[in-house]
């Protein structure tokens, strides 16, 4: 079995087989202990630990975002009123470009109108007041990111974000504000500067490319990290889905879900591949990865807690919370 398996991975080019060293380094466990308090040692023990985030719709379902593919309360389960030929259709650059109306009827949902950041979302602005966060990367197009604080050069926005549109004729750039009066007010955004094209907030639908600022600090970022950290995600989007492998071998790996997702596949396992996450302390490529599973905001609180962080994080919360209360206020 090892020899055809060997065989196939060689034959296949699709990976390159470890030395018996490699083999044995990847065995060794890198945490001591499989579970939140191996992480939280881990990160104490390394002072200047450098952390990537990477999150999904989950961080934001409890601001009142609903996610996609949550059953029942997930975007996808609600779609049958606007009647589309599959629920990714909404997102479909194709399709928009031959009916805009469904998206932008869901898009008065997914406005971020009102919406608060999480306690997720402010314990990712911590490790990155702490020193320690290398980037947060996030599949979201809320921009609870930057409400929340969050320093644009620590920010990458893989799918890009509701905060500036463009006009898909002439190209011209509108605010999030300007986008915000129509689509509220159930009118498709049109260009003031040709009159012609759709204006399009800059998120990127199925069929785009992906933002070169994604592509760019992926290359540079995931190889130097310590500690991956990766939230309320399904990790079934590519490519951000599969950047989960582009860190070390030893560079623990912990999944905060409510589900256990991004897990290693039969194929890869028997190919010996370093591909998706693995639970299982027996495996090859066991002994790194740690999944919590529950609320992200349960997950992160704790996590601050256990660090010693718990009421900084309380604290930074309660402050922000009630700056963003005053804006509102003064905005109304
Ligand atoms: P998804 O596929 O809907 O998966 C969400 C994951 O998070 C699932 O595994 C859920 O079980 C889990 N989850 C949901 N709520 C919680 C919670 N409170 N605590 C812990 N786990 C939770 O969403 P992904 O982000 O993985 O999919 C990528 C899509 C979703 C991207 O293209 C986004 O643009 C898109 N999206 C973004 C938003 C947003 O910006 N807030 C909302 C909806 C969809």
């Given at each position: 079995?090892?020899?055809?398996?060997r065989?196939?991975?060689?034959?296949?080019?699709?990976?390159?087989?470890?030395?018996?060293?490699?083999?044995?380094?990847?065995?060794?466990?890198?945490?001591?202990?499989?579970?939140?308090?191996?992480?939280?040692?881990?990160?104490?023990?390394?002072?200047?630990?450098?952390?990537?985030?990477?999150?999904?719709?989950?961080?934001?379902?409890?601001?009142?975002?609903?996610?996609?593919?949550?059953?029942?309360?997930?975007?996808?389960?609600?779609?049958?009123?606007?009647?589309?030929?599959?629920?990714?259709?909404?997102?479909?650059?194709?399709?928009?470009?031959?009916?805009?109306?469904?998206?932008?009827?869901?898009?008065?949902?997914?406005?971020?109108e009102?919406?608060?950041?999480?306690?997720s979302?402010?314990?990712?602005?911590?490790?990155?007041?702490?020193?320690?966060?290398?980037?947060?990367?996030?599949?979201?197009?809320?921009?609870?990111?930057?409400?929340?604080?969050?320093?644009?050069?620590k920010?990458?926005e893989?799918?890009?974000?509701?905060?500036?549109?463009?006009?898909?004729?002439?190209r011209?750039?509108?605010?999030?504000?300007?986008?915000?009066?129509?689509?509220?007010?159930g009118?498709?955004?049109?260009?003031?500067?040709?009159?012609?094209?759709?204006v399009?907030?800059?998120?990127?639908?199925?069929?785009e490319?992906l933002?070169?600022?994604?592509?760019?600090?992926?290359?540079?970022?995931?190889?130097?990290?310590?500690?991956?950290?990766?939230?309320?995600?399904?990790?079934?989007?590519?490519?951000?889905?599969?950047?989960?492998?582009?860190?070390r071998?030893?560079?623990?790996?912990l999944?905060?879900?409510?589900e256990?997702?991004?897990?290693?596949?039969?194929?890869?396992r028997?190919?010996?591949?370093?591909?998706?996450?693995?639970?299982?302390?027996?495996s090859?490529?066991?002994?790194?990865?740690?999944?919590?599973?529950?609320?992200?905001?349960?997950?992160c609180?704790?996590?601050?807690?256990?660090?010693?962080?718990?009421?900084?994080?309380?604290a930074l919360?309660?402050?922000?919370?009630?700056?963003?209360?005053?804006?509102?206020?003064?905005?109304?």
């Amino acid at each position: 079995m090892e020899k055809l398996r060997r065989y196939l991975a060689q034959k296949l080019r699709l990976v390159d087989l470890p030395t018996n060293d490699q083999n044995n380094e990847s065995q060794q466990l890198v945490l001591s202990k499989l579970s939140l308090d191996g992480i939280v040692e881990y990160i104490k023990e390394n002072t200047n630990c450098k952390i990537i985030t990477m999150a999904g719709a989950g961080i934001s379902t409890s601001a009142g975002i609903p996610d996609f593919r949550s059953p029942s309360s997930g975007l996808y389960h609600k779609l049958d009123k606007y009647n589309l030929p599959h629920p990714q259709a909404i997102f479909d650059f194709n399709f928009f470009m031959k009916n805009p109306e469904p998206f932008f009827t869901l898009a008065k949902e997914l406005l971020p109108e009102g919406f608060k950041p999480t306690i997720s979302h402010y314990f990712i602005r911590l490790l990155s007041e702490k020193g320690l966060l290398l980037r947060h990367y996030t599949q979201n197009i809320d921009t609870l990111e930057r409400v929340a604080g969050l320093s644009s050069d620590k920010l990458v926005e893989a799918h890009g974000t509701f905060h500036t549109g463009h006009c898909l004729k002439c190209r011209a750039p509108y605010t999030l504000l300007w986008m915000k009066e129509k689509i509220i007010e159930g009118i498709i955004p049109k260009c003031e500067e040709c009159n012609e094209g759709v204006v399009k907030p800059d998120i990127i639908f199925f069929g785009e490319m992906l933002p070169e600022r994604f592509r760019i600090l992926a290359d540079r970022d995931f190889i130097h990290a310590d500690l991956l950290i990766i939230m309320g995600s399904s990790l079934v989007v590519q490519p951000f889905a599969s950047l989960i492998d582009r860190v070390r071998n030893t560079c623990p790996r912990l999944l905060i879900n409510n589900e256990k997702v991004g897990t290693q596949d039969r194929l890869s396992r028997f190919l010996g591949l370093r591909q998706g996450l693995v639970f299982d302390v027996k495996s090859a490529h066991g002994g790194r990865d740690v999944a919590w599973l529950g609320d992200c905001d349960t997950g992160c609180q704790l996590l601050a807690d256990k660090l010693g962080w718990g009421d900084e994080l309380r604290a930074l919360i309660q402050r922000e919370h009630e700056r963003l209360k005053v804006e509102d206020k003064s905005d109304n």
